[in-house]
């Protein structure tokens, strides 16, 4: 990466964003906070309401559609965004016709009449709710409201105040009771007190907690305003279908706004990068990052398109905030989705994504670990990756879960797992291919060997950790900090063996020459430990004091604690692998007994077998990406990985939401 100075007269400076913004190499900073406050210069300060302005009425625009007529998404679609592809023609086609204002005001006005009628249905349908109770009663709300020397009550209750109500003796004083209709715990009643005595029936019945139910007000029978009520809805109800109707219609350019309010973005990027240029009376500055690569193309295009231009170049420092672009063969590639996931690394740093996609897929396929869902993962996956083929970010996820069957395939057949037991006579029959398969690819039974693994796994995490600091070392030697390197990470890889060596008889016979050199080792590494890891402290006491707790891991670059911790995080490969198995087992034990079953026998085992590994797979899925992916972003890159740094993102016709092609300078 190199950071770019772009000095061109003032009075080019929008065509020459607008033509940098085409070109797409070009990652644009702030000229001024580059140069500091203090310097003699000015932003342009251009306006952006008129922006915001499109881009909230295209906003709405797409809500109203999605709202009143959504459109059938593919599968990638329900996970991701996939931006649309266009070309420059077609942008700026769509960007000169489409009149955005007078289709926002249409769809503004369409949203709301159809609130309103969905409002004025849904108060209509309460009522009519209403009064369809008081239809089912001895008396019509006219007969209650008509009531001169008594007031009456209509409303529900619970049950248990119910029955209290009616053993209370005031109540009985006070009140007529009538119990109208009864639904699980509630009861409607209808209460009856003479006028005088209304304020103390009133408490009485509040005391109790009673849902009063208005007495409906209007004029007419009841058999009218239902009537009336029940037309009204119908008559909304069209009006909002016909009303829907023009919605889809002008649904149609739904393409259309999706293409505009890309390019309004695009034009919201390109002001904001020309406010970040610094001006003087005759001059503008124009600063960013631009890849190493593309130098001589870009030169060669401004010394064409802009003649009165000058540029030039310098080497990032570690004070700068460097925008990161990560480069990878199509084999690599997919697996920098991982490291996008966590941030991508610090500049000064590495990519450590060749370092971590060995790690990552051995420890999924050691979770996930049964060759038949490794087979289902490779199908789902490759379809997917087609299907999203016009799409990079998106294929190479797929990639990625890809070559994740790939692995799963591979620990599954090691440990004979094939949808679990599938392969046993007694589901399939003797002499089946699965169980041919299986007794030619196993290796190890994880059920009757899960202690051998166990220290598998441990042996795995134990050389992941060592792996992990040695790449901090490396880190740290690319910088020229070899004394850094040294202290905080050489010193490790004498110290973690030695402690493993030393802590080994344990667990298991150790010849006497392996806990001798554990001694040493540790020895040695703790003393180096101890006389650097405080070298930052001032005072002897406090630099002590610090290299006697790093050892411990309180502080420090790492810690005895944290790397017990950290190796025991890996016995989670073996607990997800044998969980995948035996919850496999169980629905194999299940399909088994149901083979059994007269007549339908076959057919219900295969459904079970078929429902039952789908949704193994699908839950074991899950755990076998998101373990791994622990492993790999806290107890891996917690020994060495720096990230943190901004994405390189060039000013570009493109954005999240639009892809541009055929991009010409």
């Given amino acids: 990466m190199k950071r770019v100075t772009i000095l061109a007269p003032r009075s080019s400076a929008g065509s020459l964003v607008e033509w940098l913004q085409k070109l797409g190499i070009v990652h644009v900073e702030d000229a001024v906070e580059r140069l500091g406050e203090d310097a003699d210069l000015k932003r342009p300060a251009l306006p952006t309401v008129e922006v915001d302005n499109r881009i909230r009425q295209l906003e709405a625009i797409e809500q109203t559609f999605d709202a009143h007529s959504p459109r059938k998404r593919s599968l990638a679609e329900n ?34 009449q159809i609130q309103e009628h969905d409002r004025a249905a849904a108060a209509a349908e309460a009522e009519i709710e209403s009064l369809e109770f008081f239809r089912t009663l001895p008396f019509t709300p006219e007969q209650l409201r008509t009531l001169r020397e008594t007031t009456a009550w209509v409303g529900k209750l619970d049950l248990r105040a119910w029955e209290r109500l009616l053993r209370d003796d005031e109540a009985h004083r006070l009140l007529a009771l009538q119990e109208l209709t009864r639904e699980k715990r509630t009861v409607c009643i209808c209460a009856v007190a003479l006028s005088a005595e209304r304020d103390q029936a009133a408490r009485l019945l509040r005391r109790y907690e009673l849902a009063e139910m208005r007495l409906p007000d209007f004029e007419g029978s009841l058999p009218e305003r239902l009537g009336e009520l029940q037309a009204d809805v119908k008559r909304r109800r069209e009006e909002r279908k016909t009303l829907v109707g023009r919605v889809q219609a002008l649904a149609r350019a739904r393409r259309d ?6 390019h309004w973005h695009a034009v919201r990027a390109r002001v904001q990068a020309q406010n970040g240029m610094a001006n003087s009376s005759r001059v503008s500055m124009l600063c960013g990052y631009i890849r190493a690569r593309d130098v001589r193309k870009f030169n060669e295009a401004l010394a064409r398109e802009f003649p009165g231009a000058s540029t030039t170049y310098a080497d990032p420092t570690p004070q700068d905030k460097v ?73 190479n996820m797929c990639v990625m879960f890809l070559y994740c069957g790939i692995s799963t395939i ?41 202690v051998v693994l166990l220290v598998v796994c441990l042996a795995i995490g134990l050389a992941n950790q060592l792996y992990g600091i040695a790449l901090k070392a490396y880190g740290l030697l690319r910088r020229g900090k070899t004394f850094d390197a040294f202290a905080d990470a050489g010193l490790w890889l004498l110290v973690i063996p030695g402690l493993v060596l030393v802590v080994s008889p344990l667990f298991f016979p150790t010849p006497r020459w392996a806990f001798r050199l554990g001694a040493a080792l540790m020895l040695v590494g703790g003393i180096g430990l101890v006389l650097t890891q405080g070298r930052h402290e001032k005072g002897f006491v406090a630099k002590a ?45 299940i ?15 295969v459904l079970m077998i078929v429902f039952g590994h789908a949704f193994n797979f699908c839950v074991s899925i899950l755990g076998s990406f998101v373990h791994p992916a622990r492993l790999i972003f806290l107890e891996f890159f917690g020994r060495f990985y720096e990230g943190g740094a901004v994405r390189f993102r060039p000013l570009s016709l493109s954005t999240d939401r639009l892809i541009v092609e055929q991009q010409t300078a």
């Fill in 323 to 395: 925008p990161v672009s990560l480069r990878h063969g199509p084999l690599g590639k997919p697996m920098r989705f991982l490291v996008d996931m966590f941030g991508l690394p610090d500049y000064f740093s590495f990519d450590p994504t060749p370092y971590l996609s060995l790690s990552f897929l051995v420890f999924f396929g050691m979770c996930f670990s049964d060759a038949v869902y490794g087979l289902m993962l490779c199908a789902l996956a490759g379809y997917l990756a087609y299907k999203a083929r016009g799409y990079e970010n998106l294929r």
């Fill in 591 to 605: 399909a088994g007994i149901l083979k059994d079953v007269p007549d339908v026998g076959i057919i219900l085992f």
């Fill in 410 to 450: 591979i620990f599954g057949a090691l440990s004979g797992s094939w949808a679990s037991d599938l392969w046993r006579p007694q589901y399939l029959g003797a002499n089946n291919p699965l169980l041919w398969i299986k007794e030619h690819t196993a290796v190890v039974d994880p059920l009757e060997k899960a």
């Fill in 257 to 262: 706004v999706g293409i505009a309010l890309g």
């Fill in 79 to 112: 996970f991701v965004t996939l931006p649309a592809r266009v070309s420059q023609s077609e942008l700026q086609h769509v960007a000169d016709t489409l009149q955005v204002v007078p289709l926002a005001d249409e769809c503004a006005s369409l949203a709301g």
């Fill in 545 to 589: 004091i610090t290299g006697l707790v790093s050892l411990y891991g309180i502080v420090g670059s790492y810690g005895c604690l944290a790397f017990i911790g950290d190796l025991l995080s890996y016995t989670r490969l073996l607990a997800l692998g044998l969980t995948t198995s035996i919850v496999g087992m169980s629905f194999n034990i």
